[in-house]
């Protein structure tokens, strides 16, 4: 079955500066990585999401990208603002409607 | 508003004591699963169903147990919990055209 690897497991960025956050996956038939935000105490949100026929979608500040051939994906704010502090989490879509999940990285803006 | 609604949000049991985390979805969506969230693993799924009467085991399945009655319901049942299923739940709706899924509120859960 599909494995997702998510790293860092922590990573502390200032306040304007640029953060990335890097999944790989297993499974080649994969076709959907969302990106999901959790803030304390809260539930995941969907943030931004890519489908396997595209390889980079932006949303403001935020964006993603995929690369099919080595099975990685990335995430990356830029101008990091503190209500970007939060736990993210990558996913992957593999049999159905499956998603698995990285295993999180919390990420910590300093002003 | 579409909602994905748990209860409750914390639980407090002893081993044994059977309980149910109810799970329910306004946005008329087929897939519905469980997640169980632990600290360095992120999110694993316990359970997941296709449609109503059709269930089926995720990776972490062992303990628990789920119905799917209505299309909107989908509650979490454990017979007899143990300390370590002590952990946070997540209920998730997923919208099937664009695999969105869609998160309740959680239930943390604490076994003693």
């Known amino acids: 079955g599909e494995n997702v690897e998510q790293h860092p497991s922590t990573l502390s960025v200032q306040e304007g500066d640029s953060a990335v956050i890097k999944c790989t996956y297993s499974?080649?038939?994969?076709?959907?990585f969302p990106w999901y935000k959790q803030e304390l105490g809260k539930r995941p949100q969907l943030i931004i999401d890519?489908?396997?026929?595209?390889g980079e979608k932006k949303d403001q500040r935020i964006a993603v990208t995929l690369n099919k051939t080595a099975k990685h994906f990335s995430l990356h704010i830029t101008e990091t603002q503190p209500e970007d502090s939060a736990v993210y989490f990558c996913?992957?879509?593999?049999?159905?409607?499956?998603?698995?999940f990285g295993q999180g990285t919390r990420l910590t803006i300093n002003p | 508003e579409a909602q994905v609604t748990q209860n409750p949000r914390y639980l407090i049991t002893v081993t044994g004591k059977k309980l149910t985390v109810t799970c329910s979805q306004n946005?008329?969506?087929?897939?519905m699963s469980w997640y169980r969230q632990d600290p360095g693993l992120g999110l694993r799924q316990i359970y997941y169903s296709m449609n109503v009467e059709v269930t089926d085991k995720g990776d972490v399945p062992e303990g628990y147990k789920v119905s799917r009655k209505e299309k909107r319901n989908f509650p979490l049942i454990l017979e007899s919990p143990s300390p370590n299923q002590t952990s946070l739940y997540f209920c998730?709706?997923?919208?099937?055209?664009?695999?969105?899924?869609?998160f309740g509120q959680g239930t943390r859960l604490t076994v003693v």
């Open positions: 499974d080649s038939a994969s076709n959907y």
């Open positions: 890519i489908r396997s026929n595209v």
């Open positions: 998730a709706s997923t919208r099937v055209r664009d695999s969105q899924a869609f």
């Open positions: 996913a992957a879509k593999g049999g159905a409607q499956k998603l698995v």
């Open positions: 946005m008329n969506h087929e897939y």
